[in-house]
DNA sequence: AATTCCACTCAACAACGTGTTGAGTGGTGT
DNA sequence: ACACCACTCAACACGTTGTTGAGTGGAATT
């Protein structure tokens, strides 16, 4: 039986991920060293080694992982209702699922989006918006018919926007409840739209 | 007369950034050494740390040079029109100004806005659109009226949809010009409005 | 013409971080 | 008893960092 070496293995690589988690909140990622990361983790630096090439993969496989969470957690829902739900004023679903993503995963969103660590995800996050999200919303004709906008702009201007409002809340230490900040995306959103 | 000891030191400083800005386009930041910088500007490594504490103050001045820039380059425009514009359906003033800068630091832009230099510039460049930009078009009392979400997430709404067009229009390397970007930027906003 | 000033060069320094290696430890499963 | 495996430990060569002290050559000062 391998499971507990696995587990091992896991648990490891677990401790190193909170620690470094830790230690992006206090310093940027180019001056955390492995060093650190083993130190604070109570790790042989060798042992680091055993399990991420470098700092660049950890933070990597840690991205990663958050994303792939998120469309996990987004696979739930029923991929072509938005639709719908835009033309009822009603997009909140998918958009209340993404901010409670975030409020489940914040220190790692507050890291990863913060001030010092704006490494790669920022637009790695905008591509999965524009992959998973806005494109539906943009491509359906009624939505936005009537628009002379060649769509890569619509598709960045929409998701950057969504982006915006995630980033303030990360900002106010998600003093609203995820429904509050769909709410608010919907009536942004639809302002615009019934004025 | 020191007139002349300072061009050279004016000299030397432009040739370093200059080089480190090709670097940029090539590496990651944080794999652009002070030696590599030294090197590509033929000058000796000791001479970079005359002008520049280490390579982050060297980039932190270049932003800083960039956006105060932008800002000389703003000024030039009264500040108070944008309201009365934004009533007429004619932003443009202002974002073309904006676009049209863009476009004379191309290189710059795309450098520190790019996949791999997203350190600190993108949040840099929001807050001083926040600054100088959108919160005159938000505080207009008539332009968002009417709109029961708080200014703070109106505010990184608004910037940061202008930021994605821009964005784009980087990735698109410039392929339209100043005016038909801000006509972008009217449309999506008035579309929204009057549909 | 002699001297001071200044940007810059050059070589060397200790300190630190990197990624890798080979030998070793101690629990786990067979 | 044995092999297995995650992990430790110490050492390695190498590159980068920021600093220092001595020196060079052209420009300004007297």
Same sequence: chains 1, 2.
């Avoid at 060293?33 to 470098?54: C, E, K, M, W």
């Avoid at 628009?147 to 409002?165: K, M, N, W």
């Amino acid at each position: 039986m391998t499971a507990i070496y696995d587990e091992m293995n896991e648990k490891t690589k677990e401790k190193i991920q909170n620690n470094f988690l830790q230690l992006l909140k206090e310093k940027n990622f180019m001056k955390v060293s492995v060093q650190d990361i083993s130190i604070a983790t109570n790790i042989n630096r060798g042992t680091f080694y055993l399990h991420y090439q470098d700092k660049y993969d950890l933070l990597d496989q840690m991205e990663e992982s958050l994303l792939t969470g998120l469309e996990m957690h987004l696979e739930r829902l029923q991929p072509d209702i938005l639709l719908v739900e835009a033309e009822q004023g009603n997009i909140s679903m998918h958009a209340v699922e993404v901010f409670r993503y975030i409020q489940m995963n914040t220190a790692y969103f507050q890291v990863f989006l913060g001030d010092n660590n704006r490494v790669g995800f920022h637009k790695r996050l905008k591509l999965f918006f524009v992959d998973h999200f806005i494109e539906k919303m943009i491509k359906n004709k009624d939505f936005f018919k009537g628009l002379a906008v060649p769509q890569d702009y619509l598709s960045s201007f929409a998701t950057s926007a969504f982006l915006g409002l995630i980033e303030q809340w990360l900002d106010n230490d998600l003093a609203e409840s995820p429904s509050e900040m769909a709410e608010m995306y919907i009536q942004i959103i639809f302002f615009i739209r019934n004025l």
